[in-house]
T-cell receptor, first 112, second 111 residues
């Protein structure tokens, strides 16, 4: 049962433009959402998170938006840089239990 | 500061052989510990998580088992590997209600 879904396996954008990565979830008990970035043959690294009490969290070029009614979140990267090219995973957990569920990932390619 | 160690980095094992992957965490106490697997072209699948010594939750019925003999040690095992066990295995830790930090991963190839 895929509780966290990233329906776009890949995304390609031009350097300097905005990258928007999307994520949907089905479990209404999820209350904490995260984005991770992963390079090949490495473990994912934490990027940004958002609690369900907020609808937006911003950190530099990265902003995460949460729409609870639609069970949807998105990661915006602006401006995109070639070094942002990686696989991005959306994750969610419920009630601090931390059995964190991940989406399938979206491979972002930022072209110079 | 906290660090997580996972080894080995790569492993090639024949079908039917046993498996033991070890993960240790430094600089924190009573962390949540996780084993994830990333199969080729797929996302991160939660295999096991542990909220304390000897407490293991299994997410997916499979050929693998996990143990937590010490607070900051998490072991992934198998008695007999299958070809389908090939993948990239990741250990992670977190404190409750916060993000997880991952090890560098183990690339397991079962031949």
């Amino acid at each position: 049962d895929q509780q966290v879904k990233q329906n776009s396996p890949s995304l390609s954008v031009q350097e300097g433009r905005i990258s928007i990565l999307n994520c949907d979830y089905t479990n209404s008990m999820f209350d904490y959402f995260l984005w991770y970035k992963k390079y090949p043959a490495e473990g994912p690294t934490f990027l940004i998170s958002i609690s369900s009490i907020k609808d937006k969290n911003e950190d530099g070029r990265f902003t995460v938006f949460l729409n609870k009614s639609a069970k949807h979140l998105s990661l915006h990267i602006v401006p995109s840089q070639p070094g942002d090219s990686a696989v991005y995973f959306c994750a969610a957990s419920a009630g601090g239990n931390n059995d964190m569920r991940f989406g399938a990932g979206t491979r972002l390619t930022v072209k110079p | 500061s906290q660090t997580i160690h996972q080894w080995p980095a790569t492993l090639v094992q024949p079908v039917g052989s046993p498996l033991s992957l070890e993960c240790t965490v430094e600089g924190t106490s009573n962390p949540n510990l996780y084993w994830y697997r990333q199969a080729a072209g797929r996302g991160l699948q939660l295999l096991f998580y542990s909220v304390g010594i000897g407490q293991i939750s299994s997410e997916v019925p499979q050929n693998l088992s996990a143990s937590r003999p010490q607070d900051r040690q998490f072991i992934l095992s198998s008695k007999k590997l299958l070809l389908s066990d090939s993948g990239f295995y990741l250990c992670a830790w977190s404190v409750r209600g916060a993000e997880a930090f991952f090890g560098q991963g183990t690339r397991l190839t079962v031949v």
